[in-house]
C-alpha cells in the first residue's frame, strides 16, 4: 500500500477543488429529421440550420445519399436506419453485406455515424416484419464488424410493447412477445453493448386519458408529482413513468443493465379538433421543459444516475405525413427555417 501524501499536499488539492473543471454531467438533445413533404430546403442548407442553432445529433428515417454528402465533416453524429420493407431481406447475410458497403462504407469516415436502427415500431408494422428483426439485426451486426466498424445496432421500439405501463414498477412487456423477440432483442443489445431505442409520447397518453391526466404532469410542470404505489417513488412527469415502465418491464426479464435512448418524443402545433392538447404553447412547453429536463443531468426515478438521451420530433413539419392534423405539426421549424415556436435546443441557449 503506498504512502498516504503529506499533509501539505491534501491542503494543496483541498484549495483548487473549487477551479478544477467539472465534467457536464447532462443528456444530449438531438432531432428527428424527416422528410416525407415537397417543401423543405435542401440538405445542405438543412444542416446549417442544424449547425446554427447548436444541434450535434440527429436521426435519418434512411440512408438517403444527398442528406449523408451534406453532413460530411460537419461533426454532426446521426443515426441512420434500414427501412421496416428491408427487414425480410436483411435476415439474409449477403443482403446486409451489400446494404453496408453501399450505404454506409461510402460515408465513413468524413460523416459520422453513431448508430444503425433496424426498421421503426417494427412490432406494430402491418407488414408483420417481427419476426426478421433479431436475425437482421444480427446480420447488419456482423457485416459492420467485417469492416472493423464500431457502430451501435438497434431499433426504436413503442410503448405499445408494453403490457402494462402503470405504475411504472409494473411495467410489462406483451407476454405473447417475449420469448420470440423481446428476449433475443435485449440479448443482442447486451451482447453488442448497444441500448434500446424507445419512442415515448406523453402526448398520446394524455389525449385518451384528459380526464385522469393531469395536463401539466405531461408537460413537466405538476409539482404535486405522482407517487407509484409498489416503490414509493414520485414521478414529476409522465415521460419520466412512461421510461420507466419500460426499465422496469426490462428488470422483470433481467436485462436491469441495457441503456436507453429516447429516440422519439414531441408535441404537436397543430390538431384537429377532437385532439385534445395539440397547440403552439404546450409544444413549447414540453419540448422547452424537456431539454431544461435533459441538460440538467440526471435520470429517472428507477434509474437516476443513467442521464436521459433524446431525439426530439422532430426537425420540420411534414406536410405528405397521412393521417389526423397532428401528424404534420410536430416540426421545430417551418421549411424556411423559421421557429414555429422559440424553444432552446441547446446548453448555450439555455442560458
Known amino acids: 500500500m503506498a504512502p498516504p501524501p503529506p499533509p501539505y499536499i491534501i ?7 473549487p477551479f478544477l473543471p467539472v465534467a457536464f454531467s447532462g443528456g444530449t438533445i ?13 440538405p445542405t442548407q438543412v444542416i446549417q440550420l442544424l449547425i446554427s442553432n447548436g444541434i450535434t445529433r440527429i436521426k435519418l428515417f434512411d440512408t438517403d445519399p444527398t442528406v449523408l454528402n451534406a453532413l460530411s465533416n460537419s ?10 420493407h428491408h427487414l425480410p431481406s436483411a435476415a439474409n447475410q449477403t443482403f446486409t453485406d451489400t446494404w453496408v458497403q453501399s450505404n454506409i462504407l461510402p460515408y465513413i469516415p468524413t460523416t459520422t455515424i453513431h448508430a444503425i436502427a433496424l426498421g421503426n415500431e417494427v412490432f406494430t408494422d402491418p407488414n408483420n416484419t417481427t419476426q426478421f428483426l433479431v436475425p437482421a439485426m444480427k ?26 405501463s ?3 414498477s409494473a411495467g410489462s412487456f406483451k407476454p405473447e412477445m417475449i420469448d420470440p423477440v423481446i428476449k433475443l432483442m435485449l440479448t443482442f443489445l447486451r451482447d453488442t453493448e448497444s441500448y434500446i431505442m424507445v419512442n415515448a409520447y406523453p402526448y398520446f397518453a394524455y389525449q385518451v386519458n384528459t380526464n385522469t391526466i393531469p395536463l401539466d404532469y405531461a408537460l413537466f410542470r405538476y409539482g404535486a408529482g405522482v407517487t407509484d404505489p409498489n416503490t414509493g417513488m414520485v414521478y414529476e412527469s409522465l415521460l419520466d413513468a412512461q421510461l420507466d415502465a419500460v ?17 422519439e418524443t414531441g408535441w404537436p402545433s397543430v390538431g384537429d379538433l377532437n385532439e385534445s392538447g395539440a397547440g403552439a404553447d404546450n409544444a413549447a412547453q414540453y419540448n422547452g421543459n424537456l431539454v431544461r429536463r435533459v441538460v440538467a443531468g440526471g435520470g429517472t426515478p428507477l ?3 443513467d442521464p436521459l438521451n433524446v431525439y426530439l420530433f422532430a426537425l420540420f413539419n411534414e406536410n405528405l405525413k397521412p393521417g389526423p392534423t397532428s401528424e404534420r405539426n410536430y416540426g421545430l421549424f417551418y421549411p424556411d427555417g423559421q421557429k414555429v415556436y422559440d424553444v432552446p435546443l441547446s446548453v448555450t441557449a439555455l442560458n
Do not use: C, E, W
Open 11 to 17: 491542503t494543496l488539492l483541498l484549495l483548487l477543488l
Open 30 to 42: 438531438g432531432l428527428n429529421y424527416g422528410r416525407i413533404a415537397d417543401n423543405l430546403p435542401h
Open 75 to 84: 461533426n454532426i453524429s446521426i443515426i441512420v436506419a434500414l427501412p421496416n
Open 139 to 164: 446480420n447488419i451486426h456482423a457485416s459492420l464488424i467485417k469492416h472493423n466498424l464500431t457502430i451501435k445496432v438497434s431499433s426504436p421500439v413503442a410503448l405499445s410493447a408494453l403490457d402494462n
Open 166 to 168: 402503470y405504475p411504472s
Open 247 to 263: 426499465n422496469s418491464a426490462m428488470s422483470a426479464l433481467q436485462f436491469d443493465d441495457i441503456k436507453m435512448v429516447v429516440t
Open 303 to 305: 434509474r437516476p444516475n
